[in-house]
């Protein structure tokens, strides 16, 4: 993207101001590197969000922004169903709920290095990962429905975790509102054999070593010190929420709100009967995803208790990065019920705010920043200022800086894999090429992405964390 | 990347996060046909896929473009929850309707090669026109 055909209002927030149909201007936060880095679709696509109705302050695109489906992933957009606010499956995203969860081990690096290759493959034989791979849980009758209801809290009540993990979870790990029988009978069927899956593409399982704190105070109140080592699930709701996604975004694009200027922007009405079933289907999703997560971090729990007995796997945080969320905000001086569309980035609530559970009243809300298998990820806080910059909100991973044709010509799986060994990085999968599509170099540099958020103001960062083991999907 | 499996005539093109298939023949159904042949091949490498069984799918749509995206979406659910592979694909079409048939076999995960699953297909870069050349082109970008 072109810098000069932006408004510079700051070293890393820059402006489209409303032209032609645009009922807000359009505001990325990232520093010059990071924005001409960006495809041209990104200014597009934000520009073509700022045109829907009952869109509130501004479009805005975080520092990891690219092109996404509609939305670009790294937007965030909030509507007031007062003014006629949209809903918008592809402002959710396919994969509805995908996010990162992060555990503590209770252990340090020194204790894992003499057990990181057998704890690797005991990761690799419990957590199904990749295509064709299947979990344990059948359901039976109407169970899935149970299921769609309850999130993390039905999957805690099925004997997977522990009630402690749920205070933990955005929400407390249960989205209020879920409507299962908005589900269709094809997105249950997908879902019948993918319960405690991780799936493929850009989800993984990592061992990380905390690398750098940079604030020690906050790092003190989430519990993290230097050395520690940590867990983090990435992936989302699966079959069920793909096929979620699938079915809304067909039903959007023919009986939806229109014109609108691109068909992949297909919405309605929040206050209309599809917004209103897509709303019903996309909490159920989520809760998809959330069940998920939970039964993956069971399943880690047992591989750590297979090999490092002595380890205590709590729960730090759980986010969720394609949503949408009812939340309250201040427009013109008055506190509003706005949905708040955040695909591909994540709630940034500072300390104080009363969504959040007391154990982090202190410290804000956790923002976990998935990197990949050969670089870093990071855990950044929430700040309050962020809620006035971007509806609180930061970004939520390194964003691909390559598409997957050109990475399979750069790289060979199975040389990336010998070269991060090397490095005392051990990966685990079941597809080379996979691992190619994947490679560190197609992303963008997470250390930029991760300043600039603080930079910004968005989040302020806590840790830097480096990859010891990656289970690839 | 353009496929040399004889013929064969699809490819891939690029998306900022995603992947592009695109499907090109004399007819509509063609275009679709080797639109399906890249999506499979976003998943796994053709070649290693039998074609021992056969799978019946009905779909429909208000206009072309949007036929093609319910056709790869009924071929990623018949892929999903079969746990299976196609390599070989026939379409009919009628007006905005078309019957497809799929001929593969169940997916494992050594032998196929299998790298990434779709999620499914998307109206980003949707097309279903004829080119210069007057040959049918049917395109879209796959999330995955």
Request: some cysteine; charged content about 20%.
């Given at each position: 993207m072109n810098p000069q055909a932006l408004t510079r209002r700051s070293?890393?927030?820059?402006?489209?101001?409303?032209?032609?149909q645009m009922r807000v201007p359009a505001i990325i936060y990232a520093g010059e590197p990071l924005v001409r880095d960006m495809d041209e679709k990104v200014r597009e696509q934000l520009?073509?969000?700022?045109?829907?109705?009952g869109i509130q302050r501004a479009a805005y695109a975080m520092p990891d922004a690219h092109w996404g489906y509609g939305f670009p992933i790294g937007g965030v957009a909030a509507f007031d169903p007062e003014e006629g606010g949209v809903i918008s499956a592809g402002g959710v995203g396919?994969?509805?709920?995908?996010?990162?969860?992060?555990?503590?081990?209770g252990i340090t690096v020194d204790k894992l290095e003499p057990h990181k290759a057998t704890l690797a493959d005991a990761l690799f034989?419990?957590?199904?990962?990749?295509?064709?791979?299947?979990?344990?849980?059948?359901?039976?009758?109407?169970?899935?429905?149970?299921?769609?209801?309850?999130?993390?809290?039905?999957?805690?009540?099925?004997?997977?975790?522990?009630?402690?993990?749920?205070?933990?979870?955005?929400?407390?790990?249960?989205?209020?509102?879920?409507?299962?029988?908005f589900v269709s009978q094809q997105a249950k069927k997908r879902q019948a054999h993918e319960m405690g899956t991780l799936g493929s593409g850009n989800h993984y399982l990592e061992i990380q070593r905390v690398a750098e704190i940079f604030d020690?105070?906050?790092?003190?109140?989430?519990?993290?010190?230097?050395?520690?080592?940590?867990?983090?699930?990435?992936?989302?709701?699966?079959?069920?929420?793909?096929?979620?996604?699938?079915?809304?975004?067909?039903?959007?694009?023919?009986?939806?709100?229109?014109?609108?200027?691109?068909?992949?922007?297909?919405?309605?009405?929040?206050?209309?009967?599809?917004?209103?079933?897509?709303?019903?289907?996309?909490?159920?999703a989520t809760n998809c995803a959330l069940a998920n997560r939970q039964i993956i971090t069971h399943l880690v729990r047992g591989a750590f208790v297979e090999v490092i007995p002595s380890a205590r796997l709590a729960l730090l945080y759980d986010v969720s990065h394609n949503t949408c969320k009812i939340e309250r905000h201040v427009i013109d001086g008055e506190s509003r019920e706005l949905f708040v569309h955040r695909k591909g980035a994540t709630r940034?609530?500072?300390?104080?705010?009363?969504?959040?559970?007391?154990?982090?009243?202190?410290?804000?809300?956790?923002?976990?920043?998935?990197?990949?298998?050969?670089?870093e990820s990071y855990i950044l806080i929430g700040t309050n200022h962020s809620e006035e910059l971007s509806f609180s909100s930061a970004c939520h991973g390194a964003g691909r800086s390559m598409s997957r044709t050109q990475a399979t010509k750069l790289w060979q799986g199975r040389k990336l894999i010998e070269e991060l060994g090397e490095k005392g990085i051990l990966i685990r999968t079941r597809s080379y090429r996979g691992v190619a599509e994947e490679a560190p170099g197609a992303y963008k540099d997470v250390n930029a992405v991760a300043e600039a958020a603080e930079q910004a103001g968005l989040a302020r960062r806590v840790a830097r964390l480096v990859p010891v083991v990656c289970v690839k999907g | 990347m353009l496929s040399l499996e004889s013929m064969a005539r699809w490819e891939h093109f690029s998306h900022g996060s995603d992947i592009g298939v695109r499907g090109f023949g004399e007819s509509i159904e063609e275009a679709f046909e080797q639109a399906a042949l890249a999506l499979t091949a976003v998943v796994a490498d053709p070649s290693y896929i039998a074609p021992n069984e056969m799978v019946e799918v009905h779909c429909d749509a208000p206009d072309l473009e949007l036929l093609l995206v319910s056709w790869l979406n009924a071929v990623v659910y018949e892929m999903d929850v079969r746990t299976m592979l196609f390599r070989k694909?026939?379409?009919?079409?009628?007006?905005?309707?078309?019957?497809?048939?799929?001929?593969?076999?169940?997916?494992?995960?050594?032998?196929?090669?299998?790298?990434?699953?779709?999620?499914?297909?998307?109206?980003?870069?949707?097309?279903?026109?004829?080119d210069e050349q007057g040959q049918w082109v049917a395109q879209c970008v796959i999330d995955v």
């Open positions: 070293e890393f927030e820059w402006h489209i101001e409303p032209t032609g520009t073509n969000v700022a045109t829907l109705p396919f994969d509805i709920s995908c996010g990162v969860r992060a555990l503590h081990t034989r419990r957590i199904p990962a990749g295509v064709g791979s299947t979990g344990a849980i059948e359901f039976e009758g109407n169970e899935i429905d149970e299921m769609l209801r309850g999130g993390a809290q039905w999957a805690v009540a099925q004997g997977y975790g522990t009630p402690q993990d749920l205070e933990r979870i955005e929400e407390g790990g249960s989205a209020s509102d879920a409507r299962p029988e020690s105070s906050i790092a003190a109140m989430l519990g993290l010190q230097q050395d520690d080592v940590v867990v983090s699930i990435h992936c989302g709701s699966r079959g069920l929420g793909h096929q979620v996604g699938t079915d809304y975004l067909k039903t959007m694009v023919s009986e939806g709100f229109g014109p609108i200027p691109d068909r992949e922007l297909a919405c309605a009405p929040i206050r209309s009967e599809l917004g209103q079933r897509y709303l019903g289907a996309m909490r159920a940034s609530f500072g300390p104080g705010h009363p969504e959040l559970p007391s154990s982090l009243q202190g410290a804000g809300q956790p923002v976990l920043i998935g990197g990949t298998m050969g670089t | 694909f026939r379409v009919l079409t009628s007006g905005c309707s078309l019957i497809g048939t799929l001929v593969g076999e169940k997916a494992d995960p050594e032998r196929h090669q299998i790298v990434v699953e779709a999620k499914g297909a998307t109206v980003t870069a949707l097309r279903v026109e004829r």
